[in-house]
């Protein structure tokens, strides 16, 4: 009998939660592969069977908390699929026989009353557990998760729900004191749900920005009209010759780092009682997620032309959306692009990626009257720009020229594409 444990993950992680089993009890598994899928602070990681033979327990439930070490299932390298590793499990299984034969007959009919019904909803085991244990017909409960599976929180909710069903009179209690736990001091309904672990690592991290630097935010704005006349005029032959759109995060991205090879400081990093100043441009770009916001990385965005980034961002935008992210696609960023327009922001301040020192808050296009060098008033796209940086580092000067710099190259982007 083999023990499965949690593997090593990276430097920097040594927890996480079970996301998802990819296998039950009884199924045959080969050496390498994936058994269960595990949430961690930064991305989902699949863990593998270092053994081959059939899963005989499977010890951490669905939404359990395990650390590295930690031993999550048995494996019998002789066993085969299907239940013939029954000798290594026959004392359990007689004794669960035979208190089995001494309850009453009818205890089981409660349960098995929605069995049908249940077995064709998409589940965790602990919410099916719990199901059973507060007596909820699992093809009436709402799941929140977006692929539909039903979580422990899930079926807590619609135990607590309004409409929900008289309790049985023998477990009077347990229906009575969830409920008393979600009414607020003015007695009015309130839902609890427990946070993921990623969006428990966000909140950490981005508190601990705003503790550990002296984050200080400068703005301006950017005339946008060459920059879509110029995508108008590509964006075809751009299509038809590179196969993906020519969109606004490549301009940024080329104007960012033309910005930071003028000023180096808002690419560099604090360690200890020492700056840090990188010479390789590896630019996160900002992706929401269901699970939250995360940044993978365009790696060398100084050596890649205009397609080449936007290949990359098309790459590891599906890659977060499908999460699908490696923890390489998050490590090593320099300076960070976000994108709120693309919801509708006018203006934000955003917060740093430490242990980087400079990000880029892009909002929305609006047209604005504006008055012209020559004093004539016209109708232009207008997008406001926003700079956040750790002002231990960067001066407001700096600062403002950066983000000068980069407005003036996004006003007259033929060079950054003659150059990409």
């Not at 993906?244 to 808002?266: D, I, N, Q, W």
């Not at 796209?381 to 001066?395: C, K, Q």
């Amino acid at each position: 009998m083999q023990e499965i444990k949690i593997p090593e993950l990276a430097e920097s992680i040594t927890e996480g939660t079970i996301a998802e089993w990819l296998v039950k009890k009884g199924d045959k598994v080969e050496k390498g592969d994936p058994i269960v899928e595990l949430e961690t602070d930064k991305v989902n990681v699949e863990v593998n069977s270092d053994f081959s033979g059939v899963i005989t327990e499977i010890l951490s439930e669905e939404g359990d908390d395990v650390s590295v070490g930690d031993t999550i299932a048995s494996l019998d390298e002789n066993g085969e699929a299907g239940g013939s590793t029954a000798p290594a499990e026959t004392p359990k299984e007689e004794k669960q026989e035979e208190a089995a034969k001494e309850q009453p007959v009818e205890a089981p009919k409660a349960p098995e009353a929605n069995s049908e019904k249940d077995s064709e909803v998409i589940a965790s085991p602990a919410a099916r557990k719990r199901a059973r244990e507060l007596n909820i017909d699992l093809s009436k409960v709402n799941a929140r998760d977006p692929l539909g599976r039903i979580r422990p929180e899930d079926v807590d909710a619609a135990a607590q729900a309004p409409s929900e069903p008289k309790a049985p009179k023998s477990a009077p209690a347990k229906k009575e004191a969830p409920a008393a736990a979600n009414k607020t001091e003015f007695d009015k309904p309130v839902e609890r749900v427990k946070m993921t672990r990623r969006r428990q690592t966000i909140a950490k991290n981005l508190v601990n920005v705003q503790h550990e630097t002296a984050m200080l935010t400068t703005f301006n704005e950017v005339d946008m009209t060459a920059v879509m006349d110029l995508r108008k005029q590509r964006k075809d032959k751009f299509l038809e010759k590179n196969g993906v759109k020519l969109g606004f995060m490549s301009f940024f991205t080329k104007a960012v780092v033309g910005a930071l090879k003028e000023f180096p400081l808002l690419n560099a990093e604090i360690q200890g009682n020492e700056l840090v100043v990188k010479k390789f441009y590896d630019i996160g770009i900002a992706v929401s997620t269901d699970e939250g916001l995360v940044v993978p990385v365009v790696r060398d965005a100084d050596r890649l032309d205009f397609a080449g980034i936007e290949g990359e961002i098309v790459n590891l935008g599906k890659k977060a959306r499908d999460n699908k992210l490696g923890l390489k696609d998050l490590q090593g960023g320099s300076f960070t692009i976000t994108n709120g327009g693309t919801f509708g922001s006018m203006m934000s301040t955003p917060i740093l990626n430490a242990p980087q020192v400079g990000i880029l808050g892009m909002h929305n296009i609006v047209k604005r009257a504006m008055v012209m060098p020559d004093d004539s008033i016209q109708v232009r796209p207008m997008m406001y720009l926003a700079l956040s940086y750790d002002h231990r580092i960067v001066d407001g000067k700096e600062a403002v020229q950066f983000l000068v710099r980069v407005k003036q190259m996004l006003e007259d982007p033929y060079d950054l594409l003659l150059e990409g």
